[in-house]
Each structure stands twice: as structure tokens, then as C-alpha cells.
């Protein structure tokens, strides 16, 4: 299982949603202050690739990681700093990580998720 990790070479924030056959519709955010998006599922990879971004080069395959080293990678997080508030940020984990509400209603459980998923809100007030 390889971790791929992609990047917005414009700064653009793209967001779009992919179909994917084993779960549905699935939404992509390049988002943060890297304009980053990672994943390890194949099947994400694989629509991430056919994307007109990805084949305009708009979006480019920042890094790789293989195998053991991509279960034991810790990434930098991911920031989105232009998140300021605990529902944008509990937003931000139901629309774009798969938390339903009630799992991410609290500071701590904001915290606990966002840290699970590898991503972080540096000007969160809460």
C-alpha cells in the first residue's frame, strides 16, 4: 500500500468529488497552506489521475511513500488555517474526513479527530 500525496501547483483550493465504485461519491480538498491532498486508498489514486487537473498539471504527484514506511509515516499536518471556528472545523472533518456530527461536536473531540487524520486548524478559536 503506497501513500501518495498530491499538490496544487497553481495555490488553487480545488475541491471536487469523485465517484468511487467501492463507496460513493467522495469529495477532494486541496486545502490548507500547502494546498495538499494524501491518501493510500488505490482506487482515490487511481480518479485522482484521471482528473483534468492532475492530466493539465494543475495537480502533481508531490511524493510517494511505500509499503512500511507508509504505515509508519507521521506527515506534517496539513493546515487550514483559514478555518477560525469549531463548526468550520467540525465542517471541515464531517465533509472531508467522514466524522458524523456528533463525533466531532466538542473542542476535544475536534482535536482528537483532527490529529487522527493528520491535519490541523492553527487559527481555530473555539
Known amino acids: ?3 501518495k500525496i498530491y499538490k496544487s501547483v497553481t495555490g488553487v483550493q480545488y475541491s471536487f468529488l469523485l465517484n468511487k465504485k467501492s463507496s460513493g461519491t467522495v ?3 486541496f486545502r490548507g497552506s500547502n494546498k ?3 491518501t493510500k486508498d488505490e482506487e482515490l489514486q487511481k480518479l485522482i489521475e484521471e482528473t483534468r487537473y492532475y492530466k493539465e ?3 502533481v504527484l508531490a511524493q510517494t511513500v511505500s509499503g512500511e514506511k507508509a504505515k509508519e509515516r507521521k506527515s506534517d499536518p496539513i493546515d487550514y488555517a483559514d478555518v477560525d471556528s469549531l463548526q468550520s472545523a467540525a465542517d471541515v472533518l464531517v465533509t472531508e474526513y467522514g466524522y458524523k456530527p456528533e463525533q466531532v461536536n466538542t473542542p476535544i473531540k475536534v482535536k482528537t479527530a483532527s490529529s487522527k ?3 490541523s ?3 481555530l478559536i473555539s
Open 1 to 3: 500500500m503506497n501513500l
Open 27 to 29: 469529495c477532494v480538498t
Open 36 to 38: 495538499m491532498f494524501q
Open 57 to 59: 498539471k494543475n495537480i
Open 117 to 119: 487524520v493528520g491535519i
Open 121 to 123: 486548524f492553527p487559527n
